[in-house]
């Protein structure tokens, strides 16, 4: 058989050509247009942001309780659908917690709780003032905790449903006012909001539709808050909305949640349509999920690669949903997400079944990184202990945000290679103990004092100017106000009713959105 030998010529020529495409792409893209996004804090009883104005739409899943047994250790509770207890067993009592934040940071005051169908209920941390059939107004001190919600008998016939527990002053309009006025005035002027942690992302169990959270549920923190709520806000707030289709999600899962955004959702806003959450990062299930489909399909044999081309490979699948829903593309940004240390993942992704040419974003997490490990040749557990704060914030300032700069720059060369524009999904610093140095509570303890620093908010500033520079667009801070741990620092502020003035990461946060000319409140 003879074997026929390669045309450099030929070869040269088809190298051009692409390349020449690429060029015309990326001419074609519009300047990059910076702005302000921003991640929401997720659903759970501790949540500090305290979004709504019905606080049961936070509690905590029932807990089981059988009296004279351990906490917790009840029979297994009978629920309905929805999450409504339907019987109990003898001598037991199912509770849920609601509020749990610490230092009085949630409203005291007269709480509303209306329920339909019959049943008993107590307070732990409240005092009854008032209790008649379907309504029980109840005194709360806030500086005691959190408060538990206990139902103690329940008739099966008519057992006890659409719980609703209100804050002070919203008994009389909380069918309307949803969202907490403190919430919606510190949004005010955000561009969009990501709803990865909304939407419980992260290891999602939701395939069919019928998985979906929904309005009528008890809590929202079973699998996340509902599409409408999402658009709601959007709406609003007059913002683009940012959506993490689950990975485990089937067409019909997709396409109708699209129908749902594409009916409800205000017609100026973009909607940014993202494939899951990181699933380049193996903490996740969804990593693992994804290399291990990319390889039944043969994208390769490594499972991180199969994975890179498989994120390709559905998100190409997903956007031609809706796309079909929308009639088009006009109103959609299709993300494509990758690891902002590494430009290479970057491009392997994008390049995949020439993906970028059915999207329109490369998006990264350009951090400001400080993971303190165990150990480590530039950065470990011994230097960081011996730190005070200002050597933190020098490590910030001159190691942490060169490299941020250096991710976004190599991360601009493959978005402008492939005609995309260059989006932060999630943005801030990253301050954190890692493999076990997270227990490490001296550590901790100097990360947040480091936090709430002046200077912190004048690193920020650089940090913003150079995504600027670079030619980044929307920008996803990570993420709004939540309670900081050993587990990271993430919250632009700690508490909802916190002095937006005394906190730098907030203050250089929304300076930088005044300067982009978005109306935000900047006190």
Request: neutral net charge.
């Amino acid at each position: 058989m003879m074997k026929t030998k390669s045309c450099p010529i030929l070869a040269l020529t088809v190298s051009v050509l692409i390349a020449t495409s690429l060029r015309l792409q990326a001419a074609s893209l519009p300047p990059p247009l910076p702005r302000l996004g921003m991640n929401l804090n997720g659903p759970s009883d501790w949540n500090t942001e305290l979004p709504f104005v019905d606080v049961s739409r936070l509690a905590r899943q029932w807990i089981s309780q059988k009296k004279g047994q351990s906490w917790g250790k009840g029979p297994a509770l009978q629920l309905d659908a929805l999450g409504y207890v339907t019987r109990l067993e003898p001598d037991c009592f199912a509770e849920t917690l609601m509020c749990t934040v610490e230092g009085g940071h949630y409203p005291s005051g007269e709480y509303t709780l209306l329920y339909d169908g019959e049943g008993q209920f107590e307070f732990n941390n409240g005092t009854t003032v008032s209790r008649q059939p379907g309504r029980i107004v109840f005194k709360v001190d806030s500086s005691r905790g959190a408060f538990f919600l206990r139902l103690t008998q329940v008739n099966s016939a008519n057992y006890p449903r659409n719980i609703r527990v209100l804050m002070p002053g919203f008994e009389k309009n909380y069918r309307e006012q949803v969202f907490h006025p403190t919430f919606l005035e510190r949004w005010k002027g955000i561009a969009c909001f990501r709803f990865m942690d909304w939407q419980e992302t992260n290891n999602s169990k939701q395939q069919k539709w019928a998985d979906r959270p929904k309005l009528e549920e008890f809590t929202w923190t079973r699998a996340g808050v509902p599409v409408e709520v999402m658009v709601d806000l959007c709406n609003r707030q007059q913002a683009d909305a940012w959506f993490c289709m689950p990975h485990l999600a089937d067409d019909d899962y997709v396409r109708e949640f699209a129908r749902v955004v594409q009916a409800r959702l205000h017609p100026k806003a973009k909607v940014y349509i993202e494939l899951s959450n990181e699933l380049w990062n193996g903490m996740f299930q969804q990593s693992r999920w994804a290399g291990e489909e990319g390889r039944k399909l043969g994208f390769a044999e490594k499972p991180w690669e199969a994975g890179w081309r498989f994120t390709a490979h559905r998100s190409l699948q997903i956007f031609k949903i809706w796309e079909e829903v929308f009639g088009g593309r006009d109103r959609l940004v299709r993300v494509l997400a990758s690891q902002a240390a590494n430009p290479y993942v970057s491009e392997r992704i994008v390049e995949w079944q020439e993906a970028y040419k059915q999207a329109d974003a490369l998006a990264i997490a350009p951090y400001i990184s400080c993971n303190v490990p165990k150990e480590g040749k530039n950065l470990n557990e011994a230097r960081a202990a011996a730190w005070n704060v200002e050597q933190a914030l020098d490590f910030m300032e001159t190691n942490a945000l060169p490299e941020s700069i250096r991710w976004i720059q190599g991360n601009k060369k493959i978005a402008d290679k492939y005609g995309l524009k260059l989006i932060a999904y999630e943005a801030g610093q990253h301050m954190v103990g890692v493999g076990g140095v997270e227990n490490n509570n001296a550590i901790t303890s100097l990360f947040h004092q480091a936090n709430r620093q002046p200077r912190m908010g004048q690193i920020y500033e650089k940090y913003y100017s150079a995504w600027q520079k670079e030619g980044g667009d929307l920008l996803c801070y990570f993420s709004s106000v939540g309670g900081w741990s050993k587990w990271g620092s993430w919250g632009i502020m700690e508490y909802y009713d916190e002095d937006p003035a005394q906190s730098p990461k907030f203050m250089s946060t929304m300076r930088w959105a005044k300067s982009l000319g978005q109306p935000v409140n900047l006190p």
